[in-house]
């Protein structure tokens, strides 16, 4: 009687909680992939028939698309979701995190309003000075390491240099300024061969390269080349400089260059054949590294360590004093980036400046 019972209950269990009908466990509806199956093929013979032949005649490929499948579809409905409630009238009641989208997503429909706004480009060169590659005018620039400092503190796009803080494994109060080279943020196409533009720069001891191939017919600007040129051209039109086009995409070859010789830093940077470098040992002091900067370039050259440091982390609020500790990768590639900041145009530092901040940042 016991054991009747227990079936009877078990009977009405599967009653209630496992009442599909017809013998199937879920239905077509709680799961869209069973209606891509042709199972009119031997799975056997060809898989993917059996399991997605029916996939293009449930979903045909859109005109304007090349690639249809589950997850663009998936995308697209969220895509639609996401409009649907962003373009909902706004309620007192909403989240205000919600509000706040609903007004973003409201101005950025709302054309006339976005037109009449400054470009970040135009904000940044009223307050900077115009970009050099679209200027008619090239004198009076000046470019010194504190301004480098600033931009960095103020964008945190690295500039010449790649910096982070270390500390010691061993006493986590003790901690260190670590550079390195700027290679992270260039983008990947623009890696060029080493030595030979390198040649190229020297050649031209910093001045103007021109891209052309062996024949002298020039040749195609790389992608990164021609955001560069989309964007001089655009700004150039904005601000109404009137330059022309030629001495534009000279400017931006410049500018490619440059980069080129920067991204390696130290060894294949800027360094010389006939260069004698200075030993220096990897951790050191910030006074230390004065010295060691003085004695290689001349008290003249145009940087003090402790100033630059102080700018470059005006940001954070710490004091940067003679006594810090400082890391590095070796006198090379300090030596490489100091030499080329001397020896490049100022009006060449502060494009590739601007190129790489416009790059980056929204401004
Ligand atoms: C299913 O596969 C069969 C055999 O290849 C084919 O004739 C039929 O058109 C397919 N059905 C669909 C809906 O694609």
């Given at each position: 009687m016991e054991k009747f019972k227990f079936l009877l209950l078990l009977w009405m269990f599967c009653l209630t909680s496992c009442n599909n009908g017809n013998n199937e466990y879920v239905s077509e509806k709680l799961i869209p992939e069973l209606s891509y199956m042709n199972t009119s093929v031997d799975p056997c013979e060809n898989f993917y028939q059996y399991t997605c032949g029916n996939f293009k005649n449930v979903h045909p490929l859109p005109e304007d698309q090349y690639n249809w499948d589950h997850f663009t579809i998936l995308q697209d409905e969220i895509h639609q979701l996401a409009a649907d409630i962003l373009k909902s009238v706004r309620k007192d009641t909403d989240p205000l995190a919600l509000q706040k989208a609903k007004a973003a997503y409201t101005a950025c429909l709302n054309v006339n309003y976005a037109d009449k706004l400054k470009l970040p480009e135009e904000n940044f060169m009223l307050e900077h000075g115009i970009w050099p590659v679209i200027s008619l005018e090239d004198t009076d620039i000046e470019v010194s390491w504190n301004l480098v400092g600033d931009f960095v503190a103020e964008y945190g796009v690295p500039l010449f240099f790649n910096f982070q803080i270390l500390s010691n494994y061993w006493d986590p109060t003790d901690n260190f300024i670590y550079l390195y080279r700027d290679?992270?943020?260039?983008?990947?196409?623009?890696?060029?061969?080493l030595e030979e533009d390198l040649d190229d720069f020297l050649g031209t001891a910093g001045g103007r390269v021109s891209r052309s191939t062996d024949d002298g017919s020039k040749s195609e600007p790389i992608p990164f080349e021609s955001f560069l040129r989309t964007v001089a051209f655009y700004l150039r039109d904005v601000v109404g400089t009137w330059k022309d086009d030629e001495k534009i995409i000279e400017d931006v070859a410049e500018i490619i260059s440059f980069m080129r010789v920067l991204q390696p830093g130290g060894p294949g940077g800027f360094v010389e054949d006939t260069a004698e470098i200075l030993p220096l040992d990897n951790l050191i002091t910030v006074g230390e590294l004065q010295e060691w900067t003085d004695s290689q370039f001349g008290e003249d050259y145009p940087i003090n360590w402790v100033d630059y440091f102080n700018h470059l982390f005006k940001a954070s609020g710490v004091a940067i004093t003679e006594d810090v500790k400082f890391y590095h990768d070796g006198a090379r590639l300090l030596y490489g980036v100091l030499n080329l900041f001397q020896k490049a145009e100022p009006r060449l530092l502060k494009n590739f400046i601007m190129a790489r901040l416009f790059t980056y940042t929204g401004c």
């Open positions: 290679a992270i943020s260039n983008p990947s196409t623009i890696y060029g061969k």
